[in-house]
């Protein structure tokens, strides 16, 4: 309980920081960033790009034990990837709304 409540308040400053030096679209900014982040992490090597010619012949074949070795052991990485681009998308929503109010 103890790390949750230092992660929270490591996140409030690094917030209120930037909202401070930075104002509302760069608190949009900084979220934006953290969900991109969050989720090129979580894609990883995994993640559907161009072809590379004799990339196939090149990869082993897995079998289903271990594609589901390796699913287990990623599955608390990703957890963790998905609360990042949550905050990530909260922080660039709030930013967003908060520098249009207060352009009108």
């Known amino acids: 309980m103890a790390a949750a409540a230092f992660g929270w308040a490591v996140l409030a400053t690094v917030a209120w920081l ?3 030096y930075l ?3 760069g608190l949009a900014a900084i ?3 953290i969900a991109l982040i969050a989720t090129r992490a979580e894609l990883g ?8 010619p004799g990339a196939a012949d090149r990869s ?3 079998t289903p034990e271990d594609r589901l070795t390796r699913h287990a052991g990623r599955s608390d990485f990703e957890r963790w990837c998905a609360a990042a681009r ?3 998308i ?9 520098f249009v109010r207060h352009q009108l």
């Not at 909260?90 to 908060?98: D, R, S």
């Open 86 to 88: 949550a905050v990530g």
């Open 18 to 20: 930037t909202l401070r």
């Open 45 to 52: 090597e995994d993640a559907p790009g161009l072809p590379i």
């Open 60 to 62: 082993p074949r897995m």
């Open 90 to 98: 909260a922080l660039a929503v709030t930013g967003a709304v908060m």
């Open 31 to 33: 979220g934006v960033i």
């Open 23 to 25: 104002g509302w679209l």
